[in-house]
């Protein structure tokens, strides 16, 4: 069966001349990015389209359909973020009803916008040691659901590599009759891959959410797979009808002019999983469990392991004796040893594998980490460790009080105020720490002494809080609150 890629070849080295879009003309000596512009092309004849597929775009839609086991597998260019748009659109009536976990990105709370949603939230269970968020178990779901919800929304994995239970979930979802919705951008490698039998080692890769039940399954195959930044899919399970409801919001949140460069890398990626899952998976675990045996004797440098995170492509750096921040784990690896790390938490500093790594990448990593371990050992400040109970998860935190429904807090006119005078007002606008994008604080909600603390101490720390302004001269930090 002939792949996009290959059909986008044969087109660039063919006589036929392009008189339609782009406006490069396939010319290779355009741009400097010439490579990428012989396969860049408009919907010609021969080469399908994407909101309408029924050839070669449709063929390589059920080659990527066919490793993840899905009813039906869509394409996204506008990566997972136009496919949770469409995963909520289609579960939930414009005004419903739907319940998720609190640590969403910001684009679930970008759909619940859009259809005027009213959210209810699962508790918002978090490691306090690691400042991560936490997972959720099929009672943490089942106890909270009413006739009112019409669909559930999970991360798993989380962007640090936690994994809720999909499965569990799920069957709570349909005793009720209401599909279940998994963001797992971060988790297209999983599934793939055989067990490999090391004690104490990464044995595999969790299986995905599509074969565990999950109704509609988003994954970002240009996080830990070899696919172009910006390429996603969308599964479905077997419900025609929802399929169709997802098939229309992609329509509508999708570009009208796909990259086909974009699609073909898609296509790339799932010809490489075929044929070569085995190895790349292997090579995956292999060097996560590298860094866990070359790291396990650390004194004050802690890496969890899989007692802690699911996902072996997540690698979490943490000072276990509050000397460095992970804003400061992050820096130090970036400036003095050419790291350059996925994102800085308060608390961590995270890494991302995957099977086209190299040894002299890890290597790296271990022998930068040991040496900051040696560093902490001199210069730390206090001896006392959280290591020891790094296990004590799932505490609840509370949530910003809910003054106003999103969808009319984000159309009201709002203004700018001090953070430090924001108490008491109301969210015009979202606060997110990115990556990983998930909101401080929603539109609607109240801003309270303590979550204006928090913030102040994230920008403190450096982080890349979104959503707040920094004023001219450098007086205070503005807020956007509702009139």
Same mark, same amino acid.
């Given at each position: ?262 699609? !073909?890398?898609?296509? &790339? ?8 899952? $085995?190895?790349? /998976? #292997? *090579?995956? +675990? ?62 961590? !500093?995270?890494?991302? &594998? ?8 890890? $290597?790296?990593? /271990? #022998? *930068?980490? +040991? ?113």
């Amino acid at each position: 069966m002939q792949n996009l890629y290959n059909k986008l070849i044969e087109l660039s080295e063919s006589s036929q001349y392009p008189f339609h879009m782009p406006g490069h003309k396939r010319n290779i000596d355009s741009t400097p990015l010439k490579g990428a512009f012989r396969c860049d092309i408009t919907e010609i004849d021969d080469f399908d389209n994407l909101h309408d597929e029924e050839g070669i775009i449709l063929q390589a839609e059920e080659r990527a359909n066919r490793l993840y086991g899905a009813y039906r597998t869509y394409f996204s260019v506008n990566g997972s973020t136009a496919g949770v748009l469409a995963a909520v659109s289609a579960a939930v009536k414009k005004g419903g009803t739907i319940l998720a976990a609190r640590g969403s990105h910001k684009s679930f709370y970008h759909a619940a916008f859009l259809r005027e949603l009213n959210i209810k939230y699962l508790p918002n269970k978090s490691d306090d040691k690691l400042k991560i968020p936490g997972v959720y178990s099929q009672e943490d779901v089942g106890n909270l659901l009413d006739d009112n919800i019409e669909a559930v929304f999970i991360t798993s994995p989380t962007y640090e590599g936690k994994c809720s239970d999909i499965r569990g979930i799920a069957n709570a979802c349909h005793k009720r009759g209401i599909p279940l919705i998994v963001d797992a951008a971060h988790g297209a490698h999983f599934g793939f891959g055989k067990e490999y039998d090391k004690d104490g080692e990464y044995k595999s890769v969790p299986q995905n959410a599509i074969n565990l039940g999950a109704d509609i399954v988003i994954h970002s195959v240009h996080k830990t797979l070899p696919s172009m930044t910006q390429t996603a899919l969308v599964h479905i399970a077997e419900n025609p009808a929802l399929a169709d409801e997802v098939k229309k919001y992609l329509r509508i949140y999708q570009t009208s002019s796909p990259s086909y460069v974009l699609m !073909a890398s898609i296509d &790339l990626c799932m010809k490489e999983m075929e044929d070569n899952e $085995d190895a790349y /998976i #292997e *090579a995956l +675990l292999n060097y996560r469990n590298r860094i866990s045996d070359k790291t396990k004797a650390l004194q004050n440098i802690v890496i969890p392991g899989r007692e802690i995170i699911d996902d072996p492509a997540k690698v979490i750096i943490s000072d276990s004796t509050g000397t460095m921040t992970g804003n400061r784990i992050y820096g130090i690896l970036r400036e003095e040893y050419g790291l350059q790390l996925e994102m800085a938490g308060d608390k961590i !500093a995270l890494a991302i &594998l995957s099977g086209w790594d190299t040894s002299e990448g890890i $290597d790296r990593l /271990i #022998e *930068a980490v +040991l040496e900051l371990d040696e560093k902490i050992q001199k210069t730390k400040i206090n001896k006392e460790s959280f290591a020891s109970n790094i296990n004590e998860q799932n505490n609840f935190a509370e949530y910003p009080k809910v003054m106003m429904k999103l969808s009319e807090a984000w159309d009201k006119t709002s203004e700018e105020v001090l953070l430090e005078d924001a108490k008491g007002k109301i969210s015009g606008d979202f606060i997110n720490l990115y990556p990983p994008g998930i909101p401080l604080i929603v539109p609607g909600e109240e801003f309270s002494e303590k979550l204006i603390q928090e913030i102040c101490g994230y920008l403190n720390d450096g982080l890349n809080v979104q959503g707040v302004v920094s004023k001219p001269g450098g007086k205070g930090y503005c807020v956007r609150t509702v009139k």
